[in-house]
């Protein structure tokens, strides 16, 4: 076990080392200026040239290259040029709104659509069709057009919940609640149905096998057959279907946030693909490579323990 987990790390980050150093020298093709970016369009030459130079724009990529990369291996992500703070700053400042949204959307992903899909799965019929039509509706409805109904009815009219803003937990955990809990319901849905979706194929698929007529035939309990082989094999298809509801989840949050009025990551990306803040864009880049290598990992961990196959492929 010791020797797959070092593979996988290992294969995982020589992945975000090609991931990260691509999008590297693919940002310096498409000729985003930060200086100009960062003095607008009505700085003169000469001013954009001496921004170029402070930035170490003038310099080959390459060596801009290895700069970013060994100082990022020291933990520091530079400066952002339009902004001028320090990106590592800006990321983790704005860190905790992204991360309530996705981790709590992914969340009550798993449990409803965990629930919905095992209750769909052993109650074929009327009640199995019905809860299809429910799962491909909730797939089938864009996140952003979800935020804004519930923003209207929830907010503007019910005056149940903040239409915008963020309240940090430290500060008021009501009020955190609060403001993330529209958000959080715009962005989970789509994932309960695509979770519960993957659930009840996995559960009728193993349902399906001989050696579960086998257990059902000498009188062992449906409850005990579900929770204990059941659902154990049915586990690591759902597994992988979470972990991309994870990477989507933070994919969405950018526009969720605008909805909401939320400083979030995806605030920050939009303001800095705007003025192509090079800077700042590769920071993002490179926490977002970081959490799809994490999550792909863990996943590829539990799919190790659950199933001991799996380490020698």
Known sequence: MLLFILRRLLAGLLLAFVVVTGMFFFLTLTGTDPARGSLGMYATVAQVEAK??????????????????????????????????????????????????????????????????????????????????????????????VALILAQVFAVQLRWFPATGYAPFLDSPL???????????????????????????????????DYIRTLRSRGLPSRNILLTHVLRNASPPALTMLSLQFIAALSGAAIVERVFGLQGIGAVAITASGSGDIQVIMGLLLFTVIVVVAVNFVVDVLYGALNPKVRIA
């Open 52 to 145: 170029r130079h402070e930035l170490g724009l003038d310099r080959p990529v390459f060596g801009q290259y290895f700069d970013w990369l060994g100082n990022a291996l020291t933990g520091s992500l530079g400066t952002s040029s339009a902004q001028n703070v320090s990106v590592s700053e800006l990321i983790l400042t704005r860190l905790p709104v992204t991360v309530s949204l996705a981790v709590g959307a992914v969340l009550i992903a798993a449990l409803l659509g965990m629930m919905l899909g095992v209750f769909a799965a052993v109650r074929p019929g009327r009640i199995d069709r019905a809860l299809q039509i429910v799962m491909v509706l909730g797939f089938a409805l864009p996140n952003f057009w």
């Open 175 to 209: 009020g955190w609640i609060g403001s993330i809990t529209l958000p959080i319901v715009a962005l989970s849905i789509g994932s309960i149905a695509a979770i519960a979706q993957q659930i009840r194929n996995s559960v009728i698929s193993v349902y399906e096998q």
